[in-house]
């Protein structure tokens, strides 16, 4: 059963930093990118950051750009999103979801994380 | 950057009706596009990818059809667990934009 598992959202201040983590099992997850999706409270669905299937190479949204770093590790099954300079925009649920080769839009979601950047 | 629209916004139907949500790209994606079902307060759910394919274990009362700017999904026979928020993904290009979403409702 293929599963990702979001964790690490909080409560920060703005200008703040977190780490989200998104631990994966049951898919071979050298074949599939990974990427984070966002939804603001009550808003739709809003693309942040994928890694491809080797990690070289990362794409991000202009929203967030310079100020979110997406990683991978191959050993611990695990994405990563690093943010940093965190504004109030930023709010939302974040989704971890996979893509196989990156050639299916997202296959399988985790259940999310809530961040909250508020002072 | 490629901009998704979605239409209708919102719309409401009885179970049991068979329903079309549009999704419409500002050029032309080929068959890069996928669909998601997200219930209220859950994650989303992938539907379709590459336009008409059905991803794993979906029921068969979802398809999907269309290429390069229009798009279409259909749900044969709507039961109470389809009534759901629908959007729409074009995967052609970087970044990824996702439609506005249709909400169906029961009537």
């Known amino acids: 059963e293929v599963q990702l598992l979001e964790s690490g959202g909080d409560l920060v201040q703005p200008g703040g930093s977190l780490r989200l983590s998104c631990a994966t099992s049951?898919?071979?997850?050298?074949?599939?990118?990974l990427s984070w999706v966002r939804q603001a409270p009550g808003k739709g669905l809003e693309w942040v950051s994928t890694?491809?299937?080797?990690?070289?190479?990362?794409y991000y949204a202009d929203s967030v750009k310079g100020r979110f770093s997406i990683s991978r590790d191959t050993s611990r099954n695990t994405l990563y999103l690093q943010m940093n300079s965190l504004r109030v925009e930023d709010t939302a649920v974040y989704y971890c979801?996979?893509?196989?080769?990156?050639?299916?839009?997202?296959?399988?979601w985790g259940q999310g994380t809530l961040v909250t950047v508020s002072s | 950057d490629i901009q998704m629209t979605q239409s209708p916004s919102s719309l409401s139907a009885s179970v049991g009706d068979r329903v079309t949500l549009t999704c419409r790209a500002s050029?032309?994606?080929?068959?890069?596009l996928a669909w998601f079902q997200q219930r209220p307060g859950k994650a989303p759910k992938s539907l379709i990818y590459a336009a008409s394919s059905l991803q794993s274990g979906v029921p068969s009362k979802f398809s999907g059809s269309g290429s390069g700017t229009d798009f279409t999904l259909t749900i044969s026979s709507l039961q109470p667990e389809d009534f759901a928020t629908y959007y729409c993904l074009q995967y052609n290009t970087y970044p990824r934009t996702f439609g506005p979403g249709t909400n169906v409702e029961i009537k």
């Open positions: 050029q032309g994606v080929g068959t890069y």
């Open positions: 979801a996979n893509s196989y080769f990156d050639s299916s839009g997202f296959d399988y």
């Open positions: 049951g898919f071979t997850f050298s074949s599939y990118a």
């Open positions: 890694i491809s299937v080797t990690g070289d190479t990362t």
